[in-house]
């Protein structure tokens, strides 16, 4: 059981900076989760954490030790891995064993701690087995197995559930959350699946370009999104944005004005920014009794309905000219979230109302979040 | 065979079939047909056998040679000796300290196999798995050493070899390499070691990164992940890179035979043994094939032995995917 | 295990020199230092008179000489008119040799590697006589050849002629004992290359086998789609290294046929040395030679490139 820092980490390929300048404390017992698009250099910060990848600069310790110069194998930690990685010439007795029997600890201690091991994950009875012989979820709880049993002070997992099946990723997130309880060992999680990181974690580590765009719990990522990119990584469906221009008296684009007063907001009229509002933060005219303080109505066009069982998102455009863009939601087209049985059809006209407690203002140009709330 | 073919061939056979007088050829071929699992099944006796008698033929003329007494050579069947002489086999090891010989090269290519496979497993690891700026240069340089007719390396080795060197003189008498058997296990693990490096590196390069990492982390140096995992899985190419090195080098004649005088206890080869009963006056045809079986006999242990191997690399589990 | 841990630390370039060292140490002293004076030598005139073979410096004189055919070598019989220039008749032979030997070899090494790859009774024994030919001493494998063709020993001899295929005394005609070298090669070598690729078959997942059955995969298809991708960078490698090898052949035409028959690169190198003396020139041959197979290896190299494992 440790804390992690990392102070000024930078890792630079020949011409590509993977990450720029990381400063992070995570604290002792935390369950903390590294999160972006692939290749944002979430993946990198854990290999420097692990050791496998050396920074360029900056340094990492792990409780009171600086580990930059240490090898992975004198960092005190374990690590699952995306692609499992068992040993395929080993079975699970000597794949669950393996460090341990490196560090030559009597095997009397080796059988007990695998058997406890085998115990938390529900191996018993599959010591013998080859990994080539077993499931995918089976081979995952090895994994987990060979990585609880050293008894680390910090247990990495990078992407761990990526390779199984729906229903089994969701089973073993909360085996990992159950897992985390049991060993109260600091964890830091390494995914791209917003929906992994924000229901598993302590806090959130939102990671985009080899930067550091926030860090904070989940519902703080969720409510209080730092900065652009983190509204639209965190939450599904994501956030619409509209961008726009301040002007006297509120904010006005191309097919919207909302009004607010610049000056308490902290922006001032001709400044450009962009409005970001949440799919479940819209609603229609008639339910707008349902948002806390709700902006006046607006028109729109449905365009496209998406029933999903416990709600139903609808595809809007604000008006019949606009065209619905290919490639995600484009200028003019609007994403809601609805009640199941709401009725309206596709092709209907429609009034909206959106909660003004729950609009955000993000400066255009730095992307930086002004405010989150329009009250 | 597509599924349209094999439908119409079931059809033929149906219409054929009152006509009890098929020949049985023609029976033994629509059975293969309709039957393409054992289509396959004789077609690969048909090739085993077909590779067994292509390769062990020479190899069996090569022992009617040795069975026929020297003076009989001319009357050599395709399949019987021109008489019956298997004191031959006898003969090598009395006329000459043959069993010495077929030593020093067993000795000497044991010793080069696992220079060659130590020295080729870091470097197959280099060139297979790690990312540096000068790897294909280097790489490039490995191979060019092959490029070179084994004479282009006669003369300034002969003079190296040969030379007294200072700095050697604590370890051998005259302070020169020459008749030790380090003479030729230096520049022969030198000279197969490009194959080695270039076999081990494709089957190292196939390993996923994934487990060389776990490997770390669990506990293993660098170095230790390539010895603990990496090597172990490439058990069939490791197998194959260290038979081959041992054969060659066992086999080698041009380099032994510049790093010794010939005799026995200046670990001369075998090659040289079996060179000896070429005579003064006349060729030893007899004694020459009967030493040459025996000399094969511990290359034939080593494939049964190394075999094993190439098979646990299978059932390990392979890794390519 | 201090070493070992400062190394764990090192960036990834440095520890690929630290574990190169070991290799170019070997290769440094045993090959480019005697390549190196070799071509220093390549330089000098010959002097087959004077105690040392080494004249004086003559600049790239040498590889003129043998580039216009105007060097001094022992002649060959394979042009009785003498009209084309030795070191010609060489390349042809070496090149045709090389080529063949290889088509054939991989052809065959590579049916022997799928017989071993099934699981069949007796399969170690079957292994094991498909590669004594390779355990065999090049001087051992010419006299088997030698004395099968020989035409008061041999069967083959007689055999041969009596179904028109050779003269009657094979081993003294040019195109017969380039045959029977080449045959002699295959039979020796194509055991190389069905090691090397049964090694990479042995390292495939059978699974992806039962997969494409599954999806109604022919054998054939099986063998195009998942068999030949994944044994390419083995089998290159092992290509690569026959036709080096084919190309620097010399031992087995020297105790067959003899270099006055079939005339190869190596033979030039060789008797420039033994019989003229003409050390000079004979490193000139050899470079002449690596030359050539440079060129060859820079073809498998740019398809190598194109392999998953290969060199990037």
């Not at chain 2, 140096?221 to 995992?229: C, D, E």
């Not at chain 2, 197998?239 to 010794?260: D, H, K, P, R």
Request: charged share 20%.
């Amino acid at each position: 059981m440790a804390s992690v820092t990392l102070q000024d980490i930078t890792k630079q390929y020949e011409d590509v900076t993977a990450v720029d300048d990381m400063n992070l404390e995570i604290r002792d017992g935390e369950f903390i989760t590294f999160v972006g698009p692939s290749g944002c250099g979430k993946s990198t910060t854990m290999e420097t954490i692990a050791g496998l990848t050396l920074p360029t600069e900056g340094s990492i310790s792990i409780g009171e030790r600086d580990v930059t110069d240490l090898p992975p194998k004198d960092r005190g930690i374990s690590m699952v891995f995306q692609n499992i990685a068992l040993f395929p010439h080993m079975d699970v007795y000597e794949n669950v064993s393996f460090g341990l029997r490196l560090r030559k600890y009597d095997q009397e201690e080796i059988d007990r701690r695998v058997d406890q091991a085998a115990d938390i994950v529900q191996l018993e009875g599959m010591m013998d087995r080859m990994p080539k012989e077993m499931s995918g979820g089976q081979r995952q709880r090895v994994a987990i197995a060979r990585a609880i049993v050293r008894e680390p002070d910090v247990f990495l997992m990078d992407e761990p559930l990526a390779n199984l099946d729906a229903e089994l990723r969701v089973h073993m997130r909360t085996q990992l959350q159950r897992l985390h309880r049991e060993l109260d060992t600091t964890i830091i999680y390494v995914t791209h699946d917003q929906a992994q990181a924000m229901t598993m974690s302590d806090r959130i580590v939102v990671i985009n370009g080899g930067v550091l765009q926030q860090v904070a719990p989940p519902l703080e990522c969720y409510n209080e999104p730092a900065n652009r990119f983190v509204a639209g990584f965190i939450g599904s469906p994501a956030m619409n944005f509209l961008e726009g221009e301040v002007v006297d008296g509120g904010f006005e684009s191309e097919y919207t004005n909302i009004d607010f007063d610049p000056g308490t907001h902290g922006v001032s009229p001709g400044q450009e920014i962009t409005v970001g509002v949440r799919p479940e933060d819209v609603f229609l005219e008639e339910d707008s009794h349902k948002a806390a303080s709700p902006t006046k109505a607006f028109d729109a066009v449905v365009d496209v309905l998406e029933p999903m069982g416990k709600e139903m998102n609808a595809y809007l455009l604000f008006d019949r000219e606009v065209e619905a863009s290919a490639e995600g939601r484009g200028k003019g087209q609007l994403l809601i979230n609805l009640v199941p049985d709401t009725d309206i059809e596709e092709g209907d006209d429609i009034r909206i109302v959106m909660d003004r407690e729950n609009i955000h203002l993000f400066d255009r140009a730095s992307g930086d979040a002004i405010t989150h709330s329009l009250e | 065979m597509s599924e349209k073919d094999q439908a119409d061939l079931a059809a033929m056979e149906k219409t054929d079939e009152p006509d009890l007088d098929r020949g049985m050829v023609e029976a033994w071929a629509a059975k293969m047909i309709s039957n393409p699992d054992r289509a396959y099944r004789a077609t690969f006796y048909v090739a085993t056998i077909f590779f067994l008698v292509t390769t062990l033929f020479p190899f069996y003329w090569l022992l009617m040679v040795a069975l026929t007494p020297r003076n009989r050579l001319s009357s050599v069947g395709v399949l019987t000796p021109g008489g019956f002489n298997p004191g031959a086999f006898v003969e090598i090891f009395t006329t000459l300290p043959f069993h010495r010989y077929i030593f020093n090269s067993f000795l000497i290519a044991v010793v080069a196999t696992v220079i060659v496979l130590f020295v080729a497993s870091l470097a197959g690891y280099v060139f297979g798995r790690l990312r540096f700026r000068a790897k294909n240069v280097l790489l490039l340089s490995v191979l060019v050493t092959s490029f070179f007719p084994p004479a282009a390396f006669f003369v300034p080795l002969n003079r190296l070899f040969n030379r007294n060197i200072d700095i050697l003189r604590p370890l051998m008498q005259d302070g020169s390499l020459y008749n030790t058997p380090y003479a030729i296990f230096i520049p022969l693990s030198a000279l197969y070691l490009p194959l080695s490096i270039f076999i081990l590196m494709t089957f190292y390069s196939q390993i996923p990164d994934g487990l060389e990492d776990a490997a770390r982390v669990e506990g293993t140096t660098r170095l230790g992940a390539l010895f603990r995992i990496i090597v172990p899985l490439s058990a069939p190419g490791v197998a194959t890179a260290g038979v081959l090195t041992f054969i060659t080098v066992y086999n080698e004649y041009f380099f032994s035979s510049l790093m010794t005088d010939g005799r026995p206890q200046s670990w001369a080869p075998m090659l040289e043994g079996i060179l000896r009963f070429q005579g003064e006056f006349e060729v030893l045809f007899n004694l020459m094939a009967a030493a040459s079986i025996v000399a094969v006999l511990p290359v034939a242990i080593l494939v049964i032995v190394a075999q094993e191997k190439i098979v646990s690399g299978l059932t390990a589990g392979a890794v390519k995917e | 295990m201090r070493p070992l841990n400062w190394l764990e630390t090192q960036s990834e370039a440095t520890f690929a020199y630290v574990l190169l060292a070991p290799a170019f140490l070997l290769l440094a002293v045993i090959a480019f230092y005697p390549l190196l004076r070799t071509f220093s030598f390549s330089l000098l005139a010959d002097q087959t008179a004077a105690p040392t073979p080494f004249g004086e410096f003559i600049g790239f004189d040498n590889y003129v000489a043998l580039l216009t055919g105007e060097a001094l070598l022992p002649q060959q019989f394979l042009d009785p008119s003498f009209a084309t220039p030795i070191l010609q008749q060489a390349l042809f032979v070496t090149l045709a040799f090389a080529i063949l030997s290889v088509l054939f070899e991989t052809l065959i090494g590579f049916g022997q590697a799928i017989v071993l790859d099934q699981d069949f009774y007796g399969r170690r024994w079957v292994r094991v006589a498909i590669i004594i030919p390779y355990a065999i001493p090049i001087v051992i494998q010419a006299m088997i050849f030698y004395l099968m063709f020989n035409p008061t020993v041999g069967f083959a001899a007689d055999f041969m002629q009596s179904i028109g295929v050779f003269g009657s005394n094979p081993l003294t005609n040019a195109t017969d004992s380039f045959i029977i070298v080449l045959v002699a090669d295959i039979w020796k070598t194509s055991a190389f290359m069905a090691l090397l690729i049964l090694a990479g078959l042995q390292s495939i997942d059978r699974g992806l086998y039962d997969v494409a059955r599954v999806s109604g995969a022919s054998p054939w298809q099986q063998f195009k789609y998942i068999t030949l991708p994944l044994i390419a960078p083995a089998l290159l490698v092992a290509m690569l290294f026959r036709t080096m090898d084919a190309m620097r052949i010399y031992g087995l035409i020297d105790a067959t046929a003899g270099c006055q028959t079939v005339p190869s690169m190596s033979c030039l190198v060789i008797t420039a040395l033994q019989n003229t003396r003409r050390w000079a020139t004979a490193s000139a041959v050899a470079f002449l030679t690596a030359v050539v197979i440079g060129v060859l290896v820079l073809l498998y190299l740019i398809s190598l490139r194109d392999t998953e494992a290969g060199v990037t």
